[in-house]
């Protein structure tokens, strides 16, 4: 008995299980919905950034999470080039199983049909035609093909059979639709730059991250020409040129050299009113020694430069190398005249000051920086362009560097002129900003000048005395008196070196709970006459008369003063570096690609439009017409069916029936 069990259910073989799992619809649907999430988080989540602006925008945390699943480059990611190699094959595997039986039903009219099949289709009717069955299938057979319906006949013994079929191209709509998938992910294989995976996978290739010259870039680290597929970027300079991109990489790049050279020979810019960019393009020449002459060629954004294979993008701009002049301010000897900083951007510049040797980084420059007002400006404008600003780092001789944005021309805040200096500590954080008041010359040599009283001991302490004296209602030499003068002096300091926030913790600090305001105030009121009476000296010093008292503008620059003076601790600088001068020279920044899956790409998207095309607005019907012969001539069993819907079927088979039935001569009423 168990041999017969074993006969009636013959055990499936390997090849065949493997075949029914890879072409089942399930494994399509579960590739086709996990490639579709991972495609939705590439197309919100920026790709391929550096690392850094990651880390800021999720935390740590969330940044080694993505990381660890390769969210930050998903189209390159090992496992989306495996679930899409296994599209791939699931779906050639569902077109190799099925594509014959398709083609085969196209082509086959089945003519071989049987009287009682047709009589149990849904759609089908019986009449009598007054001709005979040869003049009835010729009849019936010529409406048909004049409606569309390609026609067989077949003469069997004792009957005709006629089979029409029409809309057979859509079946062809499962074939292109799952052919178009196959193109599609052979597309994205090439383009998903395989031989650099393995190449890498191998040790061939290194990534680099440090910020160096290409000139000094190992030989690991740059790509040769021949590579298959890339995208990368570069900025190129007015005037200049490059044979090679970067590539980012995780947390560094790759140099991918070119087989030609990209000369940017100028770039162009429009602004808007406003001063904001309103549109940019570059004229660029191609060099190559299989060119007789160079190519030359103006390229803007969306309108690239396709040359070997290779598409050239205008991606953005950026500084290619200004001119600056600089003067540095010294915030620790105020009175000395500023020394003059000739540099170029992107290069460093090595400065002595009286807190240690510091590295000068010039960084970038904008020509324009353009803001939005708040609601409430009254010019009724809603951008506000701030002029030139030129962006910094100052590194110490321990490498510690704080980065400083400095903008050129006074801005006004609150109706009064300032010069802004913004600094940070690192990318992560956003700017602090420095407001230097300007003077009635236009310029701050009246804030250092207060400056400089303030760092002169000797005058603060005379002020500090007579404070004390005012205090504590004592003379000088009293023993109080000096004590009381003296943290005076230590207090100013502590403001001069650390800023307000230190005198808020010296006070949370040493003074109880229930004293602090009171205490502080004290402290702040104790720092402001100290510096009221060198402003004073100050305006004596001026020429200004302040017998009948201080004006209104005079004391509101004390009040900004006094308010710059209490951030020169945090603001971390020994110098104040203003731009006086530039000469502005433009980058024009590409985007090349190499994509030689991007075709392939298209045209497995135009065959997966039109196979879905095909199976939605293309339905496939088949007609039967069985014709024998009886005492009134024929005898005609007409049957129908469709792919689509039976009840969308209804209309059109009754006009055909009706239609039929009145070239067979017949009435409209059914045979029983």
């Known amino acids: 008995m168990s041999e017969t069990i074993k006969r009636g259910k013959p055990r499936r073989g390997l090849t065949v299980v493997l075949m029914e799992f890879l072409g089942s619809m399930n494994l399509a649907i579960t590739l086709l919905v996990a490639l579709a999430i991972a495609s939705v988080i590439g197309t919100v989540l920026q790709q391929n950034q550096p690392y850094n602006n990651y880390v800021m925008k999720f935390g740590p945390f969330w940044f080694e999470v993505f990381k660890s699943l390769s969210l930050f480059d998903i189209y390159g990611a090992p496992w989306f080039l495996i679930l899409l190699g296994f599209l791939l094959l699931s779906t050639s595997v569902c077109v190799y199983r099925n594509a014959p039986s398709i083609i085969k039903d196209m082509r086959h009219f089945r003519l071989d049909v049987q009287d009682k099949s047709l009589r149990g289709f849904h759609h089908s009717d019986e009449w009598h035609s007054i001709y005979d069955p040869k003049k009835s299938v010729s009849e019936l057979g010529k409406r048909l093909s004049g409606l569309g319906y390609r026609v067989r006949v077949k003469q069997h013994p004792g009957h005709m059979t006629l089979a029409a079929m029409k809309g057979s191209v859509s079946r062809l709509g499962y074939l292109l639709s799952h052919v178009g998938i196959v193109v599609i992910c052979i597309g ?42 890339f995208r990368g970027s570069v900025n190129i300079p007015e ?27 100028d770039f162009r810019i429009e602004h808007y009113p406003s001063g904001m960019p309103k549109s940019f393009e570059s004229t660029i020449v191609i060099h190559d020694d299989e060119l007789d002459e160079p190519l030359k ?69 904008k020509r324009f920086n353009i803001f939005p007002l708040s609601q409430n400006d009254p010019s009724g404008k809603k951008f506000q362009n701030y002029g030139p600003s030129i962006v910094l780092k100052l590194r110490a001789a321990n490498g510690e560097a704080r980065e400083y ?26 700017y602090r900003f420095l407001h230097l008041p300007v003077d009635k010359e236009g310029g701050i040599e009246r804030f250092l000048r207060l400056l400089a009283l303030a760092q002169d001991e000797e005058r603060v302490r005379a002020i500090a005395q007579h404070q004390a004296e005012l205090e504590l209602g004592m003379p000088r030499g009293e023993e109080a008196h000096t004590r009381f003068s003296e943290a005076m002096v230590g207090l100013l300091q502590t403001f001069l070196d650390e800023g307000i926030d230190a005198i808020v913790d010296h006070t949370e600090k040493s003074v109880p709970e229930e004293k602090r305001e009171e205490a ?23 020429g200004v008369d302040t017998s009948s008292g201080v004006s209104a503008e005079d004391g509101r620059y004390f009040d900004d003063a006094v308010n710059a003076i209490s951030l020169l601790g945090p ?19 590409f985007q090349i690609t190499k994509a030689p899956g991007q075709n392939i790409v298209y045209l497995g998207c135009v065959m997966l439009m039109l196979g879905v095309f095909f199976m939605f607005y293309l339905h496939y ?22 792919h689509r819907e039976r009840g969308n079927f209804d209309n059109e088979f009754e006009f055909l029936r009706q239609e039929l039935r009145y070239l067979s001569g017949a009435a409209l009423s059914r045979i029983e």
């Open 188 to 229: 994205g294989l090439l383009d998903g730059n395989l031989p650099l995976k393995w190449a890498e996978w191998r040790g061939d290739i290194a990534i680099e991250t440090r910020d160096i010259p290409v000139s000094e870039i190992a030989d690991k680290s740059i790509l040769s020409p021949d590579s298959s597929s």
């Open 239 to 265: 005037g200049s040129s490059a044979n090679f991109i970067f590539l980012g990489m995780r947390d560094g790049y790759l140099v991918q050299k070119l087989p030609f050279t990209v000369e940017l020979e």
């Open 297 to 365: 060629k103006d390229i803007a954004v969306n309108h690239p430069l396709i040359y070997k294979g290779h598409a050239i993008y205008q991606a953005s701009f950026a500084d290619g190398g200004s001119k600056v002049a600089l003067g540095a301010w010294s915030l620790d000897t105020p009175l000395r005249e500023p020394l003059q900083i000739d540099g170029t951007i992107g290069t460093d510049v090595k400065l002595n000051t009286p807190r240690g040797s510091y590295t000068l980084e010039l960084t970038d420059f």
């Open 405 to 430: 944005v400095n903008y050129m021309t006074p801005i006004m805040v609150d109706g009064r002129p300032f010069l802004l200096s913004g600094m940070r500590t690192s990318p992560a954080e956003e």
């Open 520 to 542: 502080l105030s004290s402290f702040i009121r104790i720092i402001q006459g100290i510096l009221g009476g060198l402003y004073l000296e100050l305006l004596a010093e001026e």
């Open 571 to 589: 603001y971390g600088s020994p110098l104040y570096l203003k731009l006086e001068d530039f000469q502005h020279i433009e980058a024009s920044g």
């Open 621 to 642: 019907r088949r007609l039967w017409l069985l014709v024998s012969e009886d005492e009134k001539g024929a005898k005609v069993l007409f049957a129908a069916t469709t």
